[in-house]
């Protein structure tokens, strides 16, 4: 790549990653021309710090311009700070009137249980933003924010939401596919159980209360909420490393890894891996327990409801939520696309 941009090529290809170089040692001058363009495809991550620094240090009098749908803001406004002021904006209403995408529409469920503190430290969402956490990473993260994460993962008050998941899932507008945020891969698993128990629970609370009423409207409403509940399945994804450590370490937390291990790694009679599956609108996976996979780059038009319950912020909040927001043909349910959704 060093070679291709000395060469004065008029069009080159590459990846930031290309840019990678000896520490400690001063990037090589590849070209101090002020007639390059820099054209820069999801300004945000690898686009700063080192990497970014090693092609400005290259290229020091070309010129950048960038695209992002999350741009660093804030105090230091990263961005802006990198790339200049803004040449043109897309928003959310703009892409909402044109169709692109659907609205948005938050709620703050469970009052009782939120997260809400406003001063959790920006290493604390550094670290959350990976779900591969090394033991040492981990023993850290609960160490140094033994408060949060406790509060976090409350018994009691993963139950609170576990409940409150059951009775709104099959209760929403457009019933589409659902995925549920946690902190880490221990209570994505520890999640999936309690709302596995809560479900089948529910389940058995609907037949009584059917057998017991009067009201044919009533039957025929809560019939539908049975029958959904029936066909929806549900599912872990998580990143695995496949060893009998990680086998222990689940145990240790009371956890079972294994079922939630193979299921991620079967494909279905059509040969279908877990993610064609959760993608294809009647397909009956319906909601996914996660804490870092799918939340970027990940596109399910049917995927309308986002259970947050993990602290993000900037580009990692962004890039989850846009993950409700795609625009679907299918109807479900007899709801069609232009109801709202849920996130």
């Keep these: 790549m060093r070679?291709?941009?000395?060469?004065?090529?008029?069009?080159?290809?590459?990846?930031?990653?290309?840019?990678?170089?000896?520490?400690?040692?001063?990037?090589?001058?590849?070209?101090?021309?002020?007639?390059?363009?820099?054209?820069?495809?999801?300004?945000?991550?690898?686009?700063?710090?080192?990497?970014?620094?090693?092609?400005?240090?290259?290229?020091?009098?070309?010129?950048?311009?960038?695209?992002?749908?999350?741009?660093?803001?804030?105090?230091?406004?990263?961005?802006?700070e990198w790339f200049g002021d803004y040449v043109s904006e897309y928003n959310f209403s703009q892409s909402v009137d044109d169709g692109a995408t659907v609205p948005l529409f938050d709620q703050k469920r469970v009052p009782e249980v939120l997260i809400q503190n406003e001063d959790l430290s920006e290493e604390f969402y550094q670290i959350l933003e990976d779900e591969n956490l090394d033991d040492t990473q981990q023993a850290k993260l609960e160490r140094k924010f033994a408060r949060e994460t406790e509060v976090i993962k409350r018994d009691d008050r993963l139950k609170a939401?576990?409940?409150?998941?059951?009775?709104?899932?099959?209760?929403?507008?457009?019933?589409?596919?659902?995925?549920?945020?946690?902190?880490?891969?221990?209570?994505?698993?520890?999640?999936?159980?309690?709302v596995q128990y809560y479900w089948k629970a529910e389940i058995k609370n609907l037949v009584g209360r059917i057998k017991k009423s009067n009201n044919d409207i009533e039957k025929v409403r809560l019939k539908k909420i049975l029958d959904f509940m029936r066909?929806?399945?549900?599912?872990?994804?998580?990143?695995?490393?496949g060893s009998e450590s990680e086998v222990e370490k689940f145990t240790k937390q009371g956890l079972d890894i294994k079922p939630h291990r193979e299921r991620m790694n079967t494909v279905d009679a059509q040969g279908h891996d877990i993610e064609y599956q959760f993608k294809e609108a009647e397909n009956p996976l319906r909601l996914v327990f996660v804490c870092a996979m799918w939340l970027t780059g990940f596109d399910a038009p049917t995927l309308s409801t986002l259970y947050l319950d993990k602290p993000m912020k900037d580009h990692t909040l962004m890039q989850t939520i846009a993950r409700a927001n795609r625009v679907t043909s299918y109807q479900i349910h007899n709801v069609t696309k232009h109801q709202r959704r849920n996130y």
């Design 3 to 80: 070679d291709f941009l000395s060469l004065n090529k008029r069009i080159v290809f590459t990846l930031i990653q290309k840019f990678r170089y000896e520490k400690a040692k001063k990037y090589p001058l590849l070209s101090d021309r002020n007639d390059i363009i820099v054209i820069v495809d999801e300004a945000h991550r690898t686009q700063y710090k080192t990497l970014a620094e090693n092609m400005r240090a290259g290229l020091p009098n070309a010129n950048y311009l960038a695209f992002t749908g999350t741009p660093l803001l804030g105090k230091k406004r990263k961005t802006n």
């Design 161 to 194: 939401i576990a409940k409150d998941i059951v009775y709104h899932f099959p209760r929403r507008g457009y019933l589409g596919k659902g995925l549920v945020v946690y902190l880490n891969k221990f209570t994505a698993v520890k999640m999936y159980d309690k």
């Design 231 to 241: 066909e929806t399945e549900m599912a872990v994804v998580i990143s695995l490393e």
